[in-house]
Nanobody, 115 residues
Framework: QVQLVESGGGLVKPGGSLRLSCEGSGTIFSFYVMRWYRQAPGKQRELVAGISSGGSTNYADSVKGRFTISRDNARNTVYLQMNSLKPEDTAVYYC?????????WGQGTQVTVSS
């Protein structure tokens, strides 16, 4: 059974940093693209960052230069380092992997950026 468990969210002031973690179980995640999404209240879920099995990364324009996605395949874990946080980064952050024929999601972790 594939499971994803996020952690590391919290309340942080503008300009602060957080590191999110997503630990997977039930398969060998190193073979797959891993992604972070976020969903703010009243908005659609959006892609934040992705990382391939080979370590190639991509980012939403809104987070480029501030967020860094990485992975530790030995630990089946993907990370999202978030720096220079802004109030508009406030959202529930979800870890995702697509294992045909479906997407798998974690339960989400709340990130709130507020003074």
């Amino acid at each position: 059974q594939v499971q994803l468990v996020e952690s590391g969210g919290g309340l942080v002031k503008p300009g602060g940093s957080l590191r999110l973690s997503c630990e997977g179980s039930g398969t060998i995640f190193s073979f797959y693209v891993m992604r972070w999404y976020r969903q703010a209240p009243g908005k659609q879920r959006e892609l934040v960052a992705g990382i391939s099995s080979g370590g190639s990364t991509n980012y939403a324009d809104s987070v480029k230069g501030r967020f860094t996605i990485s992975r530790d395949n030995a630990r089946n874990t993907v990370y999202l380092q978030m720096n220079s946080l802004k109030p508009e980064d406030t959202a529930v952050y979800y870890c995702n992997v697509f294992l045909s024929p479906r997407d798998y999601w974690g339960q989400g972790t709340q990130v709130t950026v507020s003074s």
